[in-house]
């Protein structure tokens, strides 16, 4: 593993793509629409995992919500309902969706029973648990990401994450390289890479796990609906320009006749990591002559018992 993973994204286009966001007025619903349906279902199978983990959190941040999964949010407020929690959003027009939708009315009961929910950024070191739901995948800097989060946690507090893995896309990277293009998608990580990444930043037994989610589609029409989802081709060679009705209907027989020649329906393979980490205690550097806080020293101490 390199400092330079990932290697084939555009910062420009990751920060363009952090940055968009439509307003409801844009939609033809005049509402702007639900989070992905994959990363929904991916969040749903993360917050299973959390059964595993003992500490329950008295305050925990839900990383870029919208996107990550708004359904999947209200699971962790019910599995943690006396936890205050934070929402980041890294886009205004984002960041107002999740409060119309995370926010109870001032007449709801609830709004007098649950911890409170605060749509900012959280001080460092507050966190017990921090969540990002398919998001590093998307990163042009995820190790300066990750350590953000370490510095967010309190010590003992433990990032839940998941993203896409290498073998994502991998029937389109097959079509576009039989079709002579530019690759669809940008390079993904491998979750072992993820692991030395976290343990780099300072976090202590990260855990990664893998699996496979297989897409079907009735037509190349919603297999490339739900790509426009999912997220845009941050690769760095991708197609400098606009491409027309003529490349679009030339995919769609491409598409179309990659599944008749399988004699099966039109799938995409998406592989997901899952990750897991604690933040533990820091280290006391012991020198010739070593000054350490009162609290650091407290700290130790309280270990020690």
Known sequence: MTHELPPTI?????ARWAALS???????????????????????R?????????????????????RGGLQAHQLLAQRYPDAGCFVVESSPVRLQRARDVLSKPWWHPGRWKAAPTRFEAPPEGSLQMLWANMLLH??????????????????????MFSCFGPDTLRELRELYRALGWPAPAHEFTDMHDWGDMLVQ??????????ERITLTFATPQRLLQELRELGRNLHPGRFAGLRG????????EALAAQAAGDGAPLSLTFEINYGHAFKPAP???????????????RRTLRQRK
């Open 22 to 44: 439509m307003p409801a007025s844009a939609w033809p619903s005049g509402e702007a629409p639900a989070s992905a349906w994959l990363h929904e279902e991916v969040a749903r």
């Open 245 to 252: 009705r003529g490349w679009l209907q030339r995919l769609h």
């Open 138 to 159: 998307q990163v042009a800097d995820p190790q300066a990401l990750i350590a953000h989060w370490h510095r967010t946690l309190a010590v003992d507090g433990f990032l």
């Open 10 to 14: 555009d910062p420009v286009a990751a």
């Open 283 to 297: 280290r006391l550097r012991v020198q010739a002559e070593s000054l350490v806080s009162l609290e650091e020293m």
């Open 46 to 66: 993360m917050e299973e995992r959390l059964a595993w983990i003992k500490l329950r959190p008295q305050q925990w941040a839900h990383w870029e919500a919208v």
């Open 201 to 210: 930043a300072g976090f202590a037994e990260p855990v990664m796990d893998m």
